[in-house]
């Protein structure tokens, strides 16, 4: 059950730590809204998987990761890393159109993912500030984003949008209840994935929803090779293949870390001081010399 409502915790580290959170997520939602403009799909797959390098790299830094205790599945991870960014970049090898704009805002927005969850992770799991339950991290979070990106869809989109037939603009109702029933289908479900999100970096990690990202991003490339005929050569394929076993490697990793911590301590035997003649509580006496005459 989900934890519920506890703002009174929080700090000023916490404030800070969740400041500082909503800036970066503010900066990777449009810079991630821009690169589309400027290259394809499957160039930005290559950028975006240096997102999971930098969730690597701030959850070390700051302490998060689950394998911080042992040398041993440090290099796991990093055999983890590896498998997951090289399978990327061989699945994506020679289908990109190379846009130095576009190059930029991706990476730009893989590096601002990255330390966007690894705070997000250190918020959320530090229970001296009482934001563990999602709704109240997105209840804290989300009026800050709106204030930061309204500025920038109206600058770009507002007037736009506001004498379009999608807009304001509509001729009859028939398009105002159209526009009005897909912006709220697409709101619930962007709520349902945030809050998605969010119960993914509270129970595991930043680099776990990393990881779920890198195969979100596989299938959808996948399923555009069955659908829309893009062409897989066995190069892609095989990167395909070891981005699979880097994503496997993972969750196995993951579960043996999960069940290694359920394990609980052996019950200690429970001890039971006996009466005796000699105990020096007055009731003790008491109940020792009435035993004695029973």
Not at 18 to 41: F, K, N, P
Not at 79 to 86: A, N, R
Not at 123 to 136: I, R, T
Not at 261 to 266: C, D, G, L, N, R
Request: charged share 15%; proline share 3%.
């Amino acid at each position: 059950m989900i934890k519920s409502f506890n703002s009174e915790k929080r700090n000023g580290p916490g404030k800070v730590s969740g400041l500082i959170r909503d800036g970066v997520q503010v900066l990777q939602s449009g810079a991630s809204d821009l690169e589309t403009a400027c290259c394809t799909y499957a160039f930005i797959y290559v950028a975006i998987r240096t997102g999971i390098l930098i969730s690597i790299y701030y959850s070390f830094s700051i302490g998060l990761t689950f394998y911080q205790k042992w040398l041993i599945k440090r290099i796991v991870l990093l055999v983890v890393v590896v498998l997951i960014s090289g399978g990327l970049f061989l699945f994506t090898f020679e289908s990109t159109q190379f846009s130095m704009e576009g190059f930029l805002m991706a990476l730009f927005a893989s590096l601002t993912s990255g330390v966007r969850w690894s705070y997000a992770q250190m918020v959320m799991q530090k229970e001296s500030l009482g934001l563990g339950n999602p709704l109240d991290m997105v209840f804290h979070i989300q009026p800050w984003m709106i204030l930061c990106l309204l500025p920038f869809a109206i600058t770009f989109e507002g007037m736009p949008l506001a004498f379009s037939p999608q807009g304001f603009s509509y001729g009859n109702m028939v398009d105002a209840w159209h526009t009005f029933w897909t912006v709220l289908i697409g709101a619930v479900i962007a709520f349902m994935m945030e809050i998605s999100e969010f119960l993914v970096v509270s129970y595991t990690s930043g680099l776990s929803l990393s990881v779920a990202g890198i195969f979100k991003e596989i299938v959808t490339l996948a399923l555009a090779v069955v659908f829309n005929d893009n062409e897989l050569n066995l190069l892609n394929f095989m990167g395909l293949v070891i981005c699979l076993l880097g994503i496997i490697l993972h969750v196995i990793m993951k579960a043996i870390s999960g069940t290694g911590s359920k394990e609980h301590p052996p019950a200690e035997t429970l001890e039971i001081p006996l009466l005796h003649a000699f105990s020096e509580d007055e009731e003790d006496n008491l109940l020792f010399q009435r035993s004695q005459h029973r």
